[in-house]
């Protein structure tokens, strides 16, 4: 049993100096991050060209950044913001075309906490 715990030890300092821990879904519940690093994209898909999409949410940062951004179906940057050290709020909102909004969020050795809801909406 103490080998399994050691080996479950190493494994987690094995990937918080490489990608860093996560703790949670981005777009379902609060994430907890631990010297995160990397890139995540979640894709939403509109139906009509009338369609937006929303993203709020709060940003809590003890170290490093995080970095969103709101791309349009045809890869152009919509909306973007930074979080760095501190307590931010998040409201990026996109529409007009029919297709997939891709929202990315490069990590930088990121500790805290990030929530982010989305919702539809009609223009």
Known sequence: MRYILGAL???????????????????????YMWNATGLNEYAYRTL??????????KCNVKSGSATLGLYAPDGSL???????????SLNMTGGGKAGAYHLKINLS?????????QTYAEK
């Open 109 to 117: 050795k990121f500790t805290g906490n990030i929530e982010v809801n």
């Open 9 to 31: 030890v190493i494994a987690l300092a094995i990937m918080y100096f490489t990608v860093g821990v996560r703790v949670g879904y981005v777009t379902l519940m609060p994430t």
């Open 48 to 57: 009509e060209d009338r369609q937006q999409v929303t993203f709020t949410g």
């Open 78 to 88: 919509i909306s973007g913001q930074a979080c760095r050290k501190g307590n931010w």
